[in-house]
C-alpha cells in the first residue's frame, strides 16, 4: 500500500513537470505545476504510513496510553497540511501573473515572452 | 522536437533517482523519536485528541503563525499585482443570468457549506479537521456565490477587517500563553478539560477557530479578486 501510494505519488511529479516543461501556455503549466505538488504531498503523507495502524486521533478505541504503538506519524501530516496551504498560496500568485501577462501581451504562449532569452 | 527530447531524458534522470528512493524505502515499523514523543505526550500536556492538531497549532505553533503570515502575503500580493492598473470605468455588459439550477442551488448550499466549514474549524482538535480545512471550505462557499453571480462584489472591508482581527487576536493569545503558560502559543493558559470534550485542549480551538477565519477571509479575497479582473 505504501509503494503504491508512493509509486503514485512519483508519478504524478513526473507528469508534472513533463507538463510544465512542455507545454507553451502558461495556463497549462500552471496546473502542471499543482499536479506535481499534489505528487509531492502523496510522497510525503506516503512516508507517514505505517501498515496496519490507524490515523493518529485518540478516541475510545485508540487509547492515549498505548498510542505509540496503534497510530501512524503525524509529523508528516503536519508537513503537508503546511505544504498544502502554501501551494494554494503559490498556484493564485502564478495565477495573478499569468493575467497580468496576458493583459501585456494579450497571449499566454511562453514563447512570446521574450525579454529574458538570450 | 529536440526540445521535447531534453525535456524526457531530463524527466529519465528524475524518474531513475524516484526509482532508487522506491527500491531503497523500508516502511518503518516503529515511531521514529519525535513521532512517539508527540503519541506518547500529546494527550496529557496538550488535552487534543487529534495529534496532528496538537503539532501544528502548540508544539509547531510558530511556524503555522509564519505559514499564515505566507499565505497572507500571498493574498495581498495578488490584490496588489490585480489592483495595479485596472480600469475604473467598467463598461458592464449585461450579463447572461445564471441558470435557475444554480441561482437556487446557490441560496441552499452556500449557507450549508459556510456552516460546514465552521464545524470542521470549531472541532479542528477532535476530528480530522481545522482552521485551514475550514478556511478553504469557507473560500469554496464564496466561490459558488461568485459562480452564481459573477457581477457580486465582496466587501473588501469586511474582508480585510476580518482577517486583521483574526491576526491581531491570534498573535495575543500566543502573547497570553508566554505570561500565563509556558511560553509563546502554549495553549494551556485555558484548562484542558477532558480528552475528547468539545471544550478541551486549552487555547487549541480558540486558536484554530481564528486561523480558520483567517484562512477563509485570505481565500475568500484570492477568489474575488481573481473574479474581478473578468473582462465584461
Redesign the interface.
Known sequence: M??VA??TG?LL??IG??GA??NRNLLRMIVAFTVADSGVNLVIVAIG???GRT?????STVK?SA??TR?I???P??LV??A???G???T??M???A??LY?KKQTLDIAKFTELKW | MI??FV??V??AA??AM?LT??AG?E???E??L???Y???H???DIGA????TA??VTY?GL??LG?VT??F???T??GL??A??RKQEKNQRALLPAGELLTTGTRFLAPLIMLLGVYVFVNGH???G?G?QGG?IIASGALLLLLADPLKHFSHGLISTVESFAGIFYVVIGLLGLFLAGGFLDNRFLPTGA??ALFSAGAIPLIYSLIGLK?GAE?SS?LA??AE?EEL
Open positions: 505504501t509503494y508512493m509509486a512519483f511529479i513526473l513537470f513533463y516543461l512542455t504510513y505505517m501498515h490515523a493518529p486521533i485518540l478516541d492515549a498510542a505509540a497510530i506519524d503525524p509529523v501530516q503536519a497540511l503546511t498544502i496551504v502554501i494554494v498560496g503559490v493564485a500568485l495565477l495573478a501573473y493575467y497580468k493583459e | 526540445k521535447r525535456a524526457l531530463l524527466l528524475i524518474g524516484f528512493l522506491l524505502y516502511p518503518d515499523t515511531l521514529n519525535t513521532a512517539r508527540y503519541a506518547d500529546t494527550a496529557e485528541a487529534n495529534i496532528v503539532i501544528v509547531r511556524d503555522t505559514e505566507v499565505l502575503l500571498a493574498s500580493i495578488v499585482v490585480l495595479l492598473g477532535l476530528t480530522p481545522g485551514f478553504a480528552l475528547g484562512v481565500l484570492m479578486n481573481l479582473t
